[in-house]
């Protein structure tokens, strides 16, 4: 791809004041692009040898500096080009000079979706493209660089990296799909060629963990439920475990949101923040009573964590991590009196559920096991084909 780009005297061509029009001479592939620049000159005043005004010629010092820009302009879009790999003419370089647009860099196209995502109020993902992107900052020093560096053996650093940290398989796994995803924007706004994609040779499936057990027995949930305590904090941590459990392992984030709205005909109705989908469930007579108990009539939701006084998106997000730390720390210390096999958290409300349900013998095509493997999706597909009967026969073996 050899490319040069001069300012010539084009003193094939004299004008009405005997002068020669200052032409940029681009050559490409043998074939050549003049563009003019506006200006004369005399040819006596213009050394054809160096392409250069002559050290007399009048104004020299303003063609000079003209001069140097304009190849600078040309020389940058040039390497711009070449670092994207992509094919172009003389006259797409006139044209690109001519109405320049500025390169998008990794770390450009990284702002601009979390912006977008910021925009959209989906702070949650937005946070984990944020991970991504600072600890990229912390690897590479600085995001300056294009897709097209972004290759097998750049990704294979990063992995190292990454492990040497201490991060587990899937964590690592997740910031491989943040910039996979990136890299899929970046195919879609031209800025790299598909075929320098390098996930089709670097697979992300490989970093995947298989999740340890979170699953503990219903003899343990029961000890869990009766735990006897005055601490109102810690009765409200399990309060909530329990309320996940007993309602088909609802996670944190869609117990937070729930109100008065979400039960309709003594069943728990709600469309669940991570997939999308909308859950019925039976409302189990437990779970009626922690409703009852927490139930505030200056507060529209069914639990006290978020209030009223929550309005904007970041707001909400930022109550509900801090009040699921706090939770997930107590419910912890919980465990570990208990002697519990596994860490306590409200997550494992969620794996227990299925694994419960599967022990007293309900078909794992009404109930999936695979809640804690590495599609979650599935198990949704299996329970959205079954009625409300099935479901609710299914639920009797919780307690």
Known sequence: MNVTVNVICYKSKVLKNNESPLMVRVCKDRKRKYISLGLSINPAHWDFNKNAPKPQCPNKEYLDTLIAKTIQEYSAQIIE????DR???????????????????????????????????RLTYMLSIQQTYNS???????????????????LKRYETWLRKHGLSGNTIKGRFVDIRTMYNVAIAENLIKVEHYPFRQFKIAKLQQDTAKRAISKEDISRIIEYQTNNK???????????????????????????????????????????????KLPLHPKALELIGKYQDDNNPHLFPILMAYHKTEQQKCNRVHKVIVNVNNRLKKIGEE????????TYV???????????????????????????????????????????????????
């Open 349 to 399: 409300a969620r794996h227990s559920y299925a694994t419960v349900l599967k022990r007293s013998g309900v078909s794992t095509s009404i109930i999936s096991e695979s809640l804690g493997h590495s599609s979650e999706k599935i198990t949704q597909v299996y329970l959205d084909s079954f009625d409300n009967e099935q479901v609710d026969e299914a639920m009797k073996n919780l307690l």
């Open 87 to 121: 094919d172009f003419t003389a006259n797409t370089l006139a044209e690109k000079v001519s109405n320049p647009t500025k390169l998008k860099t990794v770390g450009d196209v990284f702002l601009e979706q979390m912006q977008a995502l910021r925009d959209a109020q």
């Open 338 to 345: 208990l002697e519990l096999p596994i860490t306590l958290t």
């Open 81 to 84: 080009m070449k670092a994207m």
């Open 233 to 279: 904090l810690v009765r409200f941590a399990i309060d909530i475990f329990t309320f996940s459990y007993i309602m088909a392992g609802i996670n944190f984030v869609d117990i937070s949101t729930l109100t008065k709205d979400n039960i309709m005909n003594n069943r728990l109705v709600y469309v669940r923040h991570k997939t999308k989908k909308l859950i």
């Open 136 to 154: 990229l900052l912390e690897f590479n020093k600085h995001l300056n660089i294009y897709f097209v560096d972004i290759d097998v053996p750049w």
